[in-house]
């Protein structure tokens, strides 16, 4: 699976939209993008994934380079409630589709501001 | 119902014991993983079960012990423990093979090893 690059953290104000970046520069044609959050002390959510195109659900918005080597996951209009560790993970299946499970980079620590 | 649901919370345990965590859900599932999370890192891999057969062992010591009973449960168990394995342990389950599909996580059994 390719390796994934994120800020360490970010400040974003309330109200406004958070933008978090990912470097994945050497994924290849069959790995997805992921994004995951993880609240303190809670365990991992599943915010968003995608192939090559854009995609959009309840919770944020999933924007892919078309060379596929960058990704922004965008949250609309974050709350205090959005503060968390915010994973993006490239993920392949092994051959035969098998159960890999998701291997977790360092992440963004968001924080939202009042 | 997607929970994912952890028993005990918390656990208080010394290097002598020998205690299991249970990791239980309703919905059937492709895959089902163990997690341990150290404070301030991510989580990282620890066993996988495909259709509750061990498919994954990320070298964990053989003083953790996996075990998959039925489609619903996964327990941990876990002897002579030391200091150092104290951590938020996570179970997962994902309901087709990855990639594309989500991972969804129970709320993790904090341990302490004393």
């Known amino acids: 699976d390719a390796k994934t690059t994120q800020p360490p953290s970010m400040d974003c104000a309330e109200g406004r939209a958070a933008n978090l970046p990912c470097n994945h520069s050497?994924?290849?044609?069959?790995?997805?993008v992921y994004w995951y959050r993880q609240i303190h002390s809670q365990g991992p959510q599943y915010i968003i994934h995608g192939l090559k195109n854009n995609e959009t659900n309840e919770m944020a918005s999933l924007i892919i380079t078309e060379d596929r080597k960058s990704s922004t996951l965008i949250l609309p209009h974050a709350t205090l409630r959005d503060t968390a560790v915010y994973y993006c993970i490239a993920i392949s299946g092994r051959s035969g589709g098998g159960a890999d499970g998701l291997t977790f980079g360092k992440g963004t620590h968001l924080i939202i501001q009042p | 119902d997607t929970e994912v649901t952890q028993t005990p919370k918390h656990l208080v345990m010394g290097m002598t014991n020998k205690k299991s965590l249970k990791c239980e859900q309703h919905m059937g599932h492709r895959a089902m993983y163990w997690y341990k999370q150290k404070a301030k890192k991510p989580p990282e891999l620890m066993f996988v079960?495909?259709?509750?057969?061990?498919?994954i062992n990320e070298s964990v010591p053989s003083r953790f012990s996996p075990e998959c009973p039925n489609s619903s449960l996964l327990n941990l168990h876990l002897h002579a423990l030391q200091p150092e394995d104290s951590a938020l342990y996570l179970c997962?389950?994902?309901?087709?093979?990855?990639?594309?599909?989500?991972?969804?996580f129970g709320q993790g059994t904090r341990l302490t090893v004393v």
């Open positions: 997962a389950r994902t309901g087709a093979p990855l990639p594309n599909t989500e991972a969804f």
């Open positions: 079960y495909s259709y509750e057969k061990l498919s």
């Open positions: 050497t994924i290849s044609g069959n790995e997805y």
